[in-house]
């Protein structure tokens, strides 16, 4: 995802706490349940840090609009919305209204993972299990098997005073004429309250907060590499680029002590990125539910297996 515009930024339905989805956290497939999947969180970024490794630039009285049928960026909104991607929902689009707010991205999400992310204990031990268990062959033998998609956060809307207004209607045909006329009409309605805008469509004041919370972010794949370690390592790859994983539990095979599976871990190129979030998109929805509910089974195998099975 470019992080030149903003479009590669997800519009949630609910604000998070700044200290629960921070820059250079970790999610495990469903990015757009950055809380209720898997994940690792990364400490929160201080004022000398943040300064170090992200740019941060003010915003005040913005308007984020999110939609799951209608691309962004197609000039359906008016020249004051920001148009996002819809983070993952079968609502037609999104709204959120905001007092004042920061919008927040890494400089170098590459380096800032390779410095500041993968040598972290707690991350390296999140992914250690995480593709270990994607590795298994319990994994890897199923008819759906891919490697698994691990989300790293890289940019964020930090917004103040807002407002969630969700599109009920049936139609694409909402997204014209949404305009700052429009939002201004929507400032009135309390929440639970909705505006029928025409062509079927209503629109209902969801949610109101006052106080910061994390709407929307940005998020950009790793590369896992799965590679053949021996007890020395691999020449040429340093930790914590690359790691080694437990012993495969799931499989009868597996010798102890022997040479082991490990990975090498780096961001993939935007552009294959993008590729990526469009077919995670797009994919049949069982064989995503299915391909998640074996990864999800065989962690869960390995994190209660005794330490000495792993190693």
């Not at 691309?71 to 689009?93: F, M, N």
């Not at 991350?123 to 790293?152: C, D, G, H, M, T």
């Not at 012993?247 to 002590?257: H, K, L, P, Q």
């Amino acid at each position: 995802m470019a992080a030149s515009d903003d479009s590669s930024f997800y519009l949630y339905g609910v604000g998070e706490k700044p200290e629960a989805l921070t820059l250079g956290s970790l999610v495990l497939e469903k990015y757009w349940q950055p809380l209720a999947a898997r994940h690792y969180t990364h400490d929160l970024l201080g004022n000398e840090a943040l300064q170090e490794h992200a740019y941060a630039s003010d915003v005040a009285n913005v308007v984020l609009r999110g939609s799951s049928r209608v691309a962004p960026g197609v000039g359906l909104s008016g020249g004051d919305i920001i148009d996002l991607r819809l983070a993952y929902s079968k609502e037609l689009e999104r709204i959120v209204t905001a007092k004042k707010g920061r919008r927040i991205i890494l400089k170098d999400p590459e380096s800032f993972l390779t410095s500041s992310v993968l040598c972290n204990p707690h991350a390296q031990q999140k992914l250690k299990l995480w593709l270990s268990a994607a590795r298994s062959s319990y994994v890897l033998n199923f008819r759906f098997a891919r490697r698994p998609k691990i989300w790293l956060l890289t940019g964020l809307y930090l917004l103040e005073g807002t407002r969630a207004i969700v599109s009920r209607g049936q139609s694409n045909q909402a997204s014209v004429g949404i305009s700052s006329a429009v939002i201004g009409a929507l400032s009135g309605v309390p929440v639970g309250g909705s505006v029928k805008l025409g062509q079927g469509t209503s629109w209902e004041m969801t949610m109101e907060v006052e106080d910061q919370h994390v709407w929307a972010a940005q998020f950009r794949l790793l590369d896992a590499c799965f590679i053949k370690m021996d007890s020395k390592g691999v020449d040429g790859i340093a930790l914590p680029v690359s790691m080694g994983l437990y012993r495969d539990i799931m499989s009868v095979n597996t010798v102890r002590g022997g040479g082991k599976d490990g990975v090498k871990l780096g961001l993939l190129d935007e552009n294959d990125d993008d590729d990526e979030t469009h077919l995670s998109d797009d994919q049949d929805s069982q064989e995503k539910e299915e391909f998640e509910k074996r990864l999800e089974d065989t962690i869960r195998m390995f994190e209660k297996a005794p330490k000495h099975f792993l190693e």
